[in-house]
């Protein structure tokens, strides 16, 4: 059995992610589509709307075969470290094949900027270096350097989010040396950065998300599938909220003035002084918009500043996160769902698998588990003490959603 | 002009503070009456019911005449540590006398019992730590200790708490040599642990806040003064909450769940492996009262677990206090309110001092303010965030109460 590995968040899943997965199977003539999906915190440092188990429902009824777990210390990172997490997992699931989805659909244009930047490293680092010091957010001053580096016109460009992460895709498989082949799906219409939900079947997961986050669910019904639609709003139903970060602001605000800057300054990614601005923003913001946009500077893009939100919230210092990431390969490899096909691909491959497939996280031992639990109770923290202890306690014995 | 100082909690003020104050003036014939009220949280370990702001004024409508904070490092800490800071806050604003109540209302009964722990400290002590191996709590230790000694019958019970605080306010006397004469109140009817309010006009203050935490206001107006009545209702109506442990329990189980054990064993006051046990409750209790019972074993006092959820809500360490409590004398007196008696005492009593009066928190250095500060900025943080910006932004700029 041949495998296609994609790399998700399904926050939540929509028909742009159904037309993928159907893509991605049609493209390598795969068997199985194995999805690798983050579990409470995303890349964008925020918190999934709905859990893991529901989000690996939506994906189970439409159309992925597996689903394991990105874990805390992949999914809340820049690109490139996202991407080698990504990557090393599904590799360690045996997977022939990756497809990801870009405003390109064409994957020479990422083989050609791949040898681009790996013939034009040393000048591209020293761009990069240069631009930092005018000021320059990260992305900025890489998104720079690509173009002070003059590349010819029809090498893709690195401004494009998806092209950012497609390209650390390719180079994680790379620089890891995985025989894996990568192909990418054309996105349809829609723009990453979309605000505005659009009258046809595709929009941009920020579009609905800014839709849920105005409780206008039925403004969205027509961009997702029905089992994802009818999966969300059960989620609302049974815990009575969709997660966004206000659920954890009081949480957020209370960890900065209890925690001394001597400490703050030990968190990950809290950088360069960011400490004593986290500190005085946080006495005076009254949500958590409030706090973000008084703590925005141009030197940090919006989404570095929630990652270490983020960072705070779930108390993840530099220590911890560099103990984890010095693994060689990852500790474990969760299971969250599989279908009867997925099954079968799983007890095929079985042999060839290097790295522990973890069913309960009562079995996961060492740091990547242990971030990890820390990190989903304090995700469950915004539900009601009663539905708060009730899966706190279960989340060490739940096995994982087998669909039929 | 004389004065005498008391020390107090007025969590909230009723008819048993009032009779104190009128008492105190009395017996001693002093010109003025200072209270050393315990800021945010108090020593049985619980945040106050209203802010300190609010008591002083109950203070000053009832009879007392300067109202001055005693601080975090003091307030929530066992009898011997409480009383040598309060006594030492007192002796810095120059008290000729202290008052204190008492069951016996008797201060020879009180003299006589500090002669003979002085005259039996050796094996007391030796008492006290051979009854703590057989897995007493401190107190009990402690009370078990004092009849193992078979004092003669006329000998005061150290088993009862008034007793223990005033023996423990004139030991700080003794042992700083204040000169400052000790006198003792009979308490009348109400005995401290009471739950019951009685249909007379004193109550205990557990009794009072037992009716508070039940939403039963008006059973408690005819144990308290007017005035102190009115502020209690004008708190809740003001700041829509009466602070009790349950609307600070979200932050503790996500302090606890976000805190690894060998951060948690740092805490001030979590001893021979608390922080395991602390860490196994906190994913299952489901309100504070449910965390207690389920922490509580014979070895600690609920007092002392308490006192201990404070300092890990409050993330106070052992390092932090330790440095706190090493200082000779106090860093600064905080002026909390005064009348125009109260004033005329502070300006003639100026040239006297020898640690800094502080009016506004901004102009007080150090530990003291520096844990001071976090503990306020805790304290509020129930409330709705409007009114928590409000409140912590004028925490520093904020000037003692006047009353004319």
Redesign the interface.
């Known amino acids: 059995m041949k495998a296609v590995g994609i790399v998700v968040e399904y926050n939540p899943f929509h028909n742009g992610h159904h037309f993928q997965v159907t893509k991605a199977r049609q493209i390598t003539n795969a068997d199985v589509v194995i999805a690798v999906m983050s579990a409470s915190f995303l890349q964008r440092g925020e918190p999934a709307i709905v859990s893991k188990w529901f989000r690996t429902q939506m994906a189970l009824a439409c159309g992925v075969d597996i689903v394991i777990e990105l874990p805390y210390i992949y999914s809340t990172q820049k690109a490139e470290t996202f991407a080698n997490g990504a990557i090393s997992l599904l590799a360690e699931m045996g997977v022939n094949f990756i497809n990801f989805g870009s405003e390109s659909g064409n994957i020479q244009d990422f083989e050609h900027l791949l040898t681009f930047m790996r013939q034009n490293k040393v000048a591209f680092d020293r761009h990069v270096k240069e631009n930092m010091k005018l000021g320059y957010s990260y992305p900025r001053a890489t998104s720079t350097a690509f173009t002070q580096l003059n590349p010819d016109c029809d090498t893709l460009s690195l401004t494009e989010p998806n092209n950012i992460l497609g390209f650390h895709y390719m180079k994680a498989i790379q620089d890891q040396g995985y025989s894996i082949q990568a192909t990418t799906t054309l996105r349809r219409q829609a723009h990453y950065h979309d605000q505005q939900i659009s009258e046809g079947s595709i929009a941009s997961a920020t579009s609905i998300r800014q839709a849920i986050q105005n409780g206008e669910l039925s403004e969205i019904k027509h961009v997702m599938p029905t089992e994802s639609y009818q999966l969300l709003k059960s989620y609302k139903q049974t815990y009575s909220l969709l997660h966004t970060w206000q659920d954890y602001?009081?949480?957020l605000?209370?960890?900065v003035?209890?925690?001394p800057v001597t400490h703050l300054r030990m968190i990950y990614e809290c950088e360069e002084g960011l400490e004593y601005r986290v500190k005085n923003v946080s006495?005076?913001?009254?949500?958590f918009s409030d706090w973000m946009q008084q703590l925005k500077t141009k030197r940090y893009t919006w989404t570095r500043l929630q990652r270490l939100a983020t960072h705070i919230?779930?108390?993840t210092t530099k220590l911890e996160m560099k103990e984890a990431l010095s693994q060689q390969t990852p500790e474990y490899i969760r299971l969250l769902g599989m279908n009867t096909l997925g099954q079968a691909y799983l007890n095929q491959s079985k042999k060839n698998r290097s790295v522990p497939l973890i069913t309960k996280p009562a079995k996961a031992k060492g740091i990547t588990a242990f971030l990890e639990e820390?990190a989903t109770?304090?995700y469950l923290?915004p539900l009601s003490?009663?539905v708060?202890?009730k899966e706190?306690?279960e989340q060490f014995s739940r096995h994982p959603i087998i669909a039929h």
């Open positions: 602001y009081d949480l605000q209370y960890k003035l209890s925690t006495k005076r913001a009254t949500s919230l779930t108390n820390r109770n304090i923290s003490s009663e708060r202890r706190m306690s």
